[in-house]
């Protein structure tokens, strides 16, 4: 069985890994976009610009029917850099729109808007996946998440001994793992979440692609 890397920036090559390339229309190059592959495509909120948001959802409503585009996203709210937060709410909207749309789950970047986050999946009731890529806070917040039907996916740097996301693998049977932008291998992610799991690479795999199974 093959590892999953749910959430990468990197071309991937390696054998035994199938992991989802993220590309953002807003930076990366229209016509490169992969035909094959697993990719996800969304507008980032870091570079999402609200005026750019008709064509850029026009396009994004073409590319996202390719058969290979697994998910929408990375889209989402981030307190600290892009567009105010109003503009990032339509944007995110607009693409939650699509992707219910055409049936497929979303990769969510979320950065000091948790709350704005629940509001809106309630607010939708969003029935595709939610997938919050990179979690790396408390448990408290990662449960409630949880409880709404958000899922969740850790990299490696949310992997520390006492953390959030650590004391979440040990409390919970279904969440991702992701290499995201960072050098490290996703066999390495897996190894030391089956530590914290305490089970094998193998069934943590298997776990892990049941779970993705099921929205695929
Ligand atoms: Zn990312």
């Not at 937060?85 to 992707?99: D, H, P, R, T, V």
């Amino acid at each position: 069985m093959d590892f999953l890397d749910i959430h990468t920036h990197k071309v991937a090559t390696q054998p035994g890994v199938i992991s989802i390339q993220s590309l953002s229309l807003t930076s990366d190059i229209f016509l490169a976009m992969p035909k094959t592959k697993p990719i996800s495509v969304g507008l980032h909120p870091w570079f999402a610009k609200i005026d750019q948001l008709e064509p850029q959802m026009k396009y994004l409503s073409v590319v996202a029917n390719q058969s290979n585009v697994k998910q929408v996203g990375e889209c989402g709210l981030d307190r600290l850099r892009g567009e105010n937060l109003e503009n990032q709410i339509l944007i995110l909207e607009k693409q939650i729109e699509l992707a219910e749309k055409i049936d497929k789950p979303l990769i969510l970047h979320c950065v000091k808007c948790f709350s704005e986050l629940i509001a809106i999946k309630d607010r939708l009731k969003v029935k595709v996946p939610m997938i919050i890529h990179g979690f790396n806070k408390n448990e408290g917040l990662g449960k409630q998440l949880l409880d709404k039907g958000f899922l969740l996916s850790f990299g490696i740097t949310a992997l520390k001994e006492n953390s959030g996301a650590a004391k979440l693998i040990e409390s919970t049977d279904h969440f991702f793992l992701e290499t995201d932008d960072t050098d490290i291998s996703i066999q390495e992610i897996y190894k030391v979440a089956a530590i914290l799991k305490k089970c094998t690479v193998d069934e943590l795999k298997a776990r892990i692609f049941a779970d993705w199974n099921k929205f695929v």
